[in-house]
């Protein structure tokens, strides 16, 4: 008596039920009928075998028997039995249909602990825990992909479903951390995110006149600090796009010290940090590079250093630091901090009565509006003459102490005399510079041979000055003449 199976459900992974190539459990059936007349038979047994694992349905006035099973099989071309063991009154019969398991759909959901809030120079764990869409099937396998506001922060290997992440270089802010999960054999990948806020015990912002002894975590965000920084034993620093008008001092085991896109008149010194210290790193930390005006020490940090790509007016001294950096993987990193020509006069430290964050509360502010820096124009020069060697020097004013970098270039395109006949700007030259105290501003520009003989060409240029300052830009226009010809007597 034949038995027919019905093409069953495509699960795509052990785990879930439903029906149709997206599904987890497969739903597979059977018809039983008389060869004679086609008739079901009903209140029959049939077994369904899928490899190793079986399951076992009862036909219904129809002649069909269903049942539903997991498969535990990697995705893959499967075949599904139907059998029918036969009685009395039926003979023994079975029938094979194709049968694919594909892919199941992942689930990866994340956790902080501490969680949001956290305080500054706090150490964080993230955790993401991978799990099929419906329970019931095999472990996830793999790694997860850890990032912090698009910017990688480490990678895990799943163990029993979860991997974690342990790291303290968040700075100051909301930020929105995701992980990744990347799928194995039997799982398609997923995400999952959380946002965590990061705060410190004192929040300053904007201007704040003297010295600032800080005695509790703190953060400077957009701050303009009037004296030296002085950093306590186990406090920690966070200072994001700010300028401090004298040094930074963090000589006595302060805790964690982050510097990012900010600039400091005086010497920058860390030594004996008890947390990670991170000056300038733009790649895994998403920390801004900085302008130092005097000397950049680290000394003796044993918990991690990232100090990448700063721009150092002073001696550059490190020493004995060591310990891993701020993600899984990472190691103390100090590189690429340079020193410009020619390095400016030093500059004194402003003095003034210091204040202290020991009296703020816990999450308080202090805030006031004054500008960072800008720069002037009112008593430049509007014709510049080049000397013989191709140099030229331009002077303006800016903000006492303000730090930024200067661009010169052809005002107006100019005809190439290439057979190309296309039409260019010349970019002449590029500094970075530190006012001095009185806002005056000097710098000097050497022309490549290729400039001097274009401008030797044209005998004048327009060109187009564009110091950038705290994130600003202030535009300048005037004319460079060309050395005059030598003139050989006979």
């Known amino acids: ?10 699960p795509r992974s052990p785990g879930a039920s439903g029906s149709g190539a997206r599904t987890h459990s497969a739903g597979p059936a059977a018809k039983l009928t008389r060869a004679a007349n086609a008739s079901p038979i009903a209140g029959k047994s049939v077994v369904f075998a899928l490899g190793s694992q079986s399951c076992s349905g009862t036909t219904d006035s129809s002649g069909v028997a269903s049942c539903s099973l997991t498969p535990t099989q990697a ?11 036969g009685d009395s009154g039926a003979s023994a019969n079975s029938d094979s249909k194709p049968f694919t398991v594909s892919k199941a759909n992942s689930v990866t959901s994340m956790s902080a602990a501490p969680s949001s809030p956290l305080v500054f120079g706090t150490s964080t764990t993230f955790t993401a825990v991978v799990a099929g869409e419906r329970p019931g099937g095999v472990t996830p396998t793999g790694s997860v992909v850890f990032m ?41 990948g997923s995400s999952g995110s959380q946002g965590q806020s990061v705060s410190c015990a004192a929040n300053i912002s904007g201007y704040f006149p003297g010295e600032l002894v800080v005695t509790k975590s703190t953060c400077l965000t957009g701050a303009r600090i009037g004296g030296r920084v002085i950093v306590k034993p186990g406090a920690s620093l966070d200072v994001e796009s700010s300028r401090l008008e004298g040094e930074l001092d963090a000589s006595d085991a302060p805790g964690t010290i ?24 733009p790649g895994s930390a998403a920390c801004a590079s900085n302008v130092i005006g005097g000397s950049f020490e680290l000394r003796g940090n044993h918990h991690g250093v990232e100090a990448i790509d700063n721009t150092v007016f002073g001696a550059i001294q490190t020493s004995d ?11 103390t990193t100090i590189s690429g901090n340079h020193q410009p020509a020619p390095a400016p006069t030093p500059i004194p430290n402003p003095t003034s009565t210091p204040a202290s964050t020991s009296g703020l509360s816990p999450g308080s502010t202090l805030a006031s509006t004054p500008p960072l ?5 009112a008593a430049a020069k509007k014709t510049v003459a080049v000397s013989g060697n191709g140099t030229f020097s331009y002077a303006f004013s800016a903000s006492p102490l303000a730090h930024g970098n200067a661009v010169f270039e052809t005002d107006r395109a100019f005809a190439a005399r290439t057979r190309t006949r296309h039409r260019r700007r010349l970019a002449l030259g590029h500094g970075a510079f530190l006012a001095a105290a009185t806002g005056n501003v000097k710098i000097t520009i050497k022309l490549s041979r290729k400039n001097l003989k274009t401008l030797k060409a044209h005998r004048r240029l327009a060109v187009r000055l564009t ?5 600003h830009d202030y ?4 004319t460079l003449t060309a050395p005059k010809p030598k003139h050989h007597k006979r």
């Open 75 to 85: 995705p893959g071309s499967y075949t599904v039995t139907a059998s029918f063991a």
């Open 321 to 331: 630091n060591s310990g891993p950096g701020p993600f899984p993987g990472d190691q």
């Open 148 to 188: 912090a506001d698009g910017v990688l922060v480490g990678s895990g290997a799943l163990v029993n479903g979860s991997a974690s992440i342990a790291t303290s270089s968040l700075g100051a802010g909301s930020h929105t951390v995701t992980a990744t999960y990347g799928g194995d054999a039997y799982y398609l």
């Open 258 to 281: 982050r510097v990012c896109r900010s600039s400091v008149v005086g010497r920058v010194i860390v030594k004996d940090a008890g947390g990670l210290v991170i000056i300038g790193d």
């Open 475 to 478: 535009v300048n226009h005037f």
């Open 1 to 10: 008596m034949p038995l027919s199976a019905a093409n069953p459900a495509a």
């Open 373 to 377: 820096g800008s720069a002037s124009f």
């Open 467 to 471: 110091a950038t300052i705290d994130g």
